[in-house]
């Protein structure tokens, strides 16, 4: 015999964080955006921009299974890593070649709070 079930889907659970603009809260099916010309724009204008609008601090940033940015590497690679623009670091060190026209971009990032504590974001 056949088994029919119903369930409700439980509300997302909600993530407060204490930011340097006050405490934001969203969950892991958020998206934060941040509109940047992709073409024209370099991961350090992306960095300032994401730190400015959501008062995070930016430690990795990512392209698929490419770590383009790490708080951690030596700042002569994070100054010239932070002064390219996107698509030519994407196809650079994620070896991938993206259309110039290419909109949205997808990538994911690790941030810490004020408080210096990790923050998840969503995918």
Do not use: N
Not at 25 to 32: H, I, K, M, P, Y
Not at 51 to 67: A, D, I, N, R, T
Not at 71 to 91: G, H, S, T, V, Y
């Amino acid at each position: 015999m056949p088994l029919m079930a119903h369930a409700a889907p439980r509300e997302v659970k909600r993530m407060s964080v204490a930011t340097a603009h006050g405490p934001r809260a969203w969950s892991v099916w958020d998206t934060l955006e941040v509109a940047l010309a992709a073409q024209e724009a370099t991961l350090g204008a992306l960095i300032a921009q994401f730190e400015s609008k959501y008062g995070l601090e930016v430690c990795m940033v990512s392209y698929k299974s490419s770590l383009l940015f790490m708080d951690f590497m030596p700042a002569p690679k994070q100054k010239e890593r932070k002064d390219m623009p996107l698509l030519e670091l994407i196809a650079t060190v994620g070896k991938v070649v993206l259309p110039k026209g290419t909109s949205p971009l997808y990538l994911s990032l690790s941030c810490t709070d004020a408080q210096d504590e990790d923050v998840e974001l969503g995918a």
